[in-house]
Nanobody, 116 residues
C-alpha cells in the first residue's frame, strides 16, 4: 500500500522557518522524483519544488527560490522541504508528490500558516 505522510506544518510568524517532511512507503522511493506542491484557498495547486530520484537535480518556483530548499534521504524514504523567511503568501496546504511515469502518488497534505 502506497503511503506519503507529510508532517511539520503549523503556524509561524512572518520571517520564521519550518521544515516539512514526507515519509514514503509502499513503493521504491529511490526511483521516484519527488516534489512539493501547495494549494492556497481559492487557488490552483502549484509546484513549489522538485528533486530528482537520486537528488542530483532540483527545481524551484520563482516565488520560493532562495528561501526554500528541497532535499531527500533515500535511506530513510523521506523528502524534506526547509522553508525559511516565510511570508504570509506562503500560507497553504503543502502536498508531497511522488512521480515516475506512468505512476504518481499524493500525500494528504499539511497546513502551513504564516501570520503574526
Amino acid at each position: 500500500q502506497v503511503q506519503l505522510v507529510e508532517s511539520g506544518g503549523g503556524l509561524v510568524q512572518p520571517g520564521g522557518s519550518l521544515r516539512l517532511s514526507c515519509a514514503a512507503s509502499g513503493f521504491t522511493f529511490s526511483t521516484y522524483a519527488m516534489s512539493w506542491y501547495r494549494q492556497a484557498p481559492g487557488k490552483e495547486r502549484e509546484l513549489v519544488a522538485g528533486i530528482s530520484s537520486v537528488g542530483g537535480s532540483t527545481k524551484y518556483a520563482d516565488s520560493v527560490q532562495g528561501r526554500f530548499t528541497i532535499s531527500r534521504d533515500n535511506a530513510k524514504n523521506t523528502v524534506y522541504l526547509q522553508m525559511n523567511s516565510l511570508k504570509p503568501e506562503d500560507t497553504a496546504v503543502y502536498y508531497c508528490n511522488a512521480a515516475r511515469r506512468p505512476d504518481g502518488y499524493w500525500g494528504q497534505g499539511t497546513q502551513v500558516t504564516v501570520s503574526s
